[in-house]
């Protein structure tokens, strides 16, 4: 399974966020939650063209269309500070074997606070936590 949370297919998700009135700040609050989601979540993590600093242009026409990725974003301080906690949560995920299993239980849901818990677990600490 591959997570995602832009495409050439979709908008990228600070544009989407601008478009619903949230900006600066927030907006990249919002995207680092969205980073640890998609970094922790069970399955692959795709990262589109810049997402991992702040890349907002509109997605192109066509998949044809050739569009370059605006590298003098990493010259403000909210992108680099954001390309930085993607590389942090690039090492965790890279490091944790937690993070790269399949293995996963949903242990509450609440749809009226949007609230969704769950546990992660690798193999080789299943064995030692049961031995």
Do not use: C
Not at 20 to 28: L, Y
Not at 70 to 75: A, F, G, M, Q
Not at 102 to 111: G, L, M, Q, S
Not at 113 to 127: G, I
């Amino acid at each position: 399974m591959i997570n995602y949370l832009a495409t050439h297919d979709r908008e990228r998700l600070l544009r989407e966020l601008g478009d619903r009135g949230i900006f600066e700040a927030e907006a990249f609050k919002r995207t680092k939650l969205a980073a640890v989601l998609l970094m922790t979540a069970m399955g692959i993590p795709m990262l589109w063209m810049g997402e991992e600093f702040g890349e907002y242009q509109q997605k192109s026409g066509s998949v044809t269309q050739l569009q370059k990725i605006n590298w003098s974003l990493l010259e403000s301080d909210q992108n680099r500070d954001l390309f930085k906690y993607y590389q942090n949560l690039i090492a965790l995920r890279k490091q944790n074997l937690t993070l790269q299993s399949d293995n996963i239980d949903f242990f509450y849901e609440n749809a009226g606070d949007k609230v969704l818990a769950y546990t992660r677990w690798d193999e080789q600490n299943l064995r030692r936590r049961t031995s």
